[in-house]
């Protein structure tokens, strides 16, 4: 085996611009690094405590067991991205952007899940003598890994010093952007050079793969059954997935789904519809209706702030037009109509409910622009939320039942199909909220073929055109006010249908469901978050954002009052070192990052 530097990033020359944070020889760097992450993984066979007290039972000689999974995994990656980094035969697909950045990122991400672990330890048992010889191994091992990877040399920038004028806050301001610009540096990658093609079969099957994978990691996430496993599976999937990034597959990935779109998405929506099918029982199937009804109702509110550039503070009350009205025509005994349509009916009258309040809405204000509109849509938020206390007999007509809300919603009876009874198909059974899952995933895909349908369009372009330059748009001749209200408008039809939904999951109906801010979504912060956290004008991103923003406050309750703080400052540091969103539209990566190489083509929105 030799050591292979011509084709990776690892080439570097002996000058001074060209170090890592830690004064080793680079050789010694990545042996060290390799060793330190394969006997990381080995540590994993060890016991790490002498107790099944901590959650997991890592008591156990041979087998991982809790979090002993998550570190072997990281280990693992650690291991594959430095032995990758030595030519080694066979593993040259795993880096076409460079092995460093990478390995910096898994073993950082091992160290932090590793020493999390054995702090977690040593806090809930009452000190560090709970620790077994193995504990002992790995903090050993998953520090050597560490120290390994950050002594691999980079290409440092030139930095300018302070003004000899600054006072001391300039002068620390300055050289901590330079200390930035450093570190941002010992993490860049090179752009991958385009894979060389394969058979129309083959890359359909590394498709098929790859979302199988996707199910198998949000399905471990989402059934942790305890905090540190959860906190652990997030170190490790948050660090993995940026050194797969690095290391240039998941533009690989990208340009695969680019060439086979639509059975991407349809590989896309079978592997979301195999998890149910995974679970014993409604707890996690529960949770998995109601993310993929906070990230539906996301992807609509993508098209008013993404496509259109129109920040609407207050999109959760179409949300709530849409469950009020399909439980109002549902046959609840709280409703004062008497009316009880069949379900595909009360889609409908929701998401035409919802639609006329969009109009209603839109067409007196869409004409203001930035932070007017926003205190706008602000206060319709307000205004509906309230109202729906109001209407409750007392202070206004008997309309909603008030703070109770409306009760009783059945459940979906479609085609002589109960969605609220168990059935069982080919052996497997399937409960209710089974059920939904499958029913709210189908009006996702509904609601993503709109999206797609409509950025694609003359009407999205110039949504586009609009939000690039409102005033330059009119300029050309698209008219702005209508082309706003349409989008509008739709945004809140696609909220409607899934109000519709949520009415009959929830089986109760109240105005506190519908408020712009709280701990839990969904709520009109959370839903605009999780647009720009997933990324603004594509399909996924918001899908993506709003899994997570919905997953992770239901896994951290146990944060109480400082929740809100968490997430905030966790949602701040990836602003900052990730503007654009986790799933970017490349126009708008483009703007926020000069450095970037501009494609030869871009999708219609910029996607």
């Known amino acids: 085996m030799t050591t292979n530097t011509a084709e990776t ?67 693992l990656l650690t291991t594959l991205f430095g032995l990758a980094s030595y030519g080694v035969k066979g593993l040259g697909w795993l880096t076409p952007g ?138 490790t999937a948050g660090f993995g997935f940026g050194a797969i990034h690095k290391a240039g597959l998941v533009a690989r990935f990208t340009a695969l789904t680019g060439k086979h779109r639509n059975i991407a998405l349809i590989g896309a929506f079978a592997a979301a519809a195999v998890f149910p099918l995974t679970q014993t029982d409604d707890q996690y199937a529960t949770l998995g209706v109601n993310i993929l009804i906070f990230a539906t109702v996301a992807l609509g509110l993508n098209i008013v702030v993404g496509l259109t550039g129109l920040l609407d503070l207050g999109y959760v009350a179409f949300l709530g037009v849409g469950a009020y009205t399909a439980a109002l025509v549902s046959g609840s005994p709280n409703s004062p109509f008497g009316v009880h349509l069949p379900f595909w009916a009360a889609l409908i009258v929701g998401a035409l409910a919802s639609m006329v309040f969009g109009v209603l809405i839109g067409a007196p204000t869409l004409r203001l622009r930035g932070d007017y509109l926003a205190i706008v849509t602000l206060g319709f938020g307000e ?96 008219n702005g006010f209508r082309v706003k209200l349409v989008a509008f408008a739709l945004g809140a039809t696609l909220a409607g249908l899934a109000g519709a939904v949520q009415a009959h999951v929830n089986y109760t109906v109240t105005p506190d469901q519908y408020v712009f801010a709280n701990a839990v979504p969904p709520n009109s912060a959370f839903l605009l978050a999780a647009v720009v956290l997933g990324g603004m004008g594509t399909i996924s991103g918001p899908l993506v954002g709003g899994s997570l923003l919905f997953l992770i406050p239901n896994k951290l309750g146990f944060l109480g009052d400082y929740q809100l703080l968490t997430f905030g400052i966790a949602l701040i540091i990836l602003m900052r070192l ?30």
């Not at 349908?453 to 939000?467: D, F, L, M, Q």
């Not at 970017?584 to 996607?607: C, F, I, S, Y």
């Open 9 to 75: 990033t690892d080439t570097v020359q002996n000058t001074d611009t060209a170090r890592g944070f830690i004064a080793l020889p680079e050789k010694t760097g990545r042996a060290l690094a390799t060793a330190g992450g394969a006997l990381t993984a080995v540590s994993c066979f060890l016991s790490w405590t002498w107790t099944s007290a901590f959650p997991g039972d890592l008591t156990v000689y041979g087998y991982p067991g809790g979090m002993q999974w998550l570190v072997l995994v990281g280990g």
């Open 98 to 235: 460079g092995s460093d950045a990478a390995i910096k990122l898994t073993a950082l991400g091992t160290f932090a899940t590793a020493w999390y672990t054995l702090i977690a330890i040593t806090s809930e048992l009452g000190g560090i003598v709970n620790l077994e010889p193995g504990g002992y191994v790995l903090g050993v091992t998953s520090l050597a890994a560490l120290t390994g990877a950050l002594a691999l040399p980079f290409t440092r920038p030139e930095l300018e010093g302070p003004d000899p004028d600054d006072g001391a806050w300039d002068t620390f301001k300055h050289n901590a952007g330079n200390t930035w610009t450093t570190v941002k540096s010992a993490f860049a990658a090179k752009t991958p050079a385009p894979a060389r093609a394969l058979p129309a079969w083959t890359e359909i099957l590394i498709i098929a793969a790859v979302l199988g994978l996707v199910l198998g990691v949000f399905t471990y996430g989402i059934t942790t059954p305890y905090q540190e496993l959860f906190m652990g599976f997030l170190i």
């Open 383 to 478: 205004i509906f939320r309230i109202s729906m206390n109001n209407l409750d007999g007392v202070s206004g007509p008997d309309l909603t039942n008030g703070p109770n809300g409306i009760a009783g919603v059945p459940n979906v009876d479609l085609f002589g199909f109960d969605f609220g009874a168990t059935h069982s198909i080919g052996g497997l059974v399937i409960g209710r909220f089974a059920n939904y899952f499958f029913l709210m995933l189908l009006i996702t895909l509904i609601v993503v073929m709109v999206f797609r349908r409509s950025a694609e369009s003359r009407i999205g372009r110039a949504w586009v055109a609009i939000r690039e330059d409102e005033t330059a748009a009119e300029a050309m001749g698209i």
């Open 578 to 607: 990730r503007p654009e969103g986790l799933i970017p539209n490349r126009r708008n990566q483009l703007e926020l990052h000069a450095d970037l190489d501009a494609p030869t083509v871009l999708g219609k929105a910029g996607a």
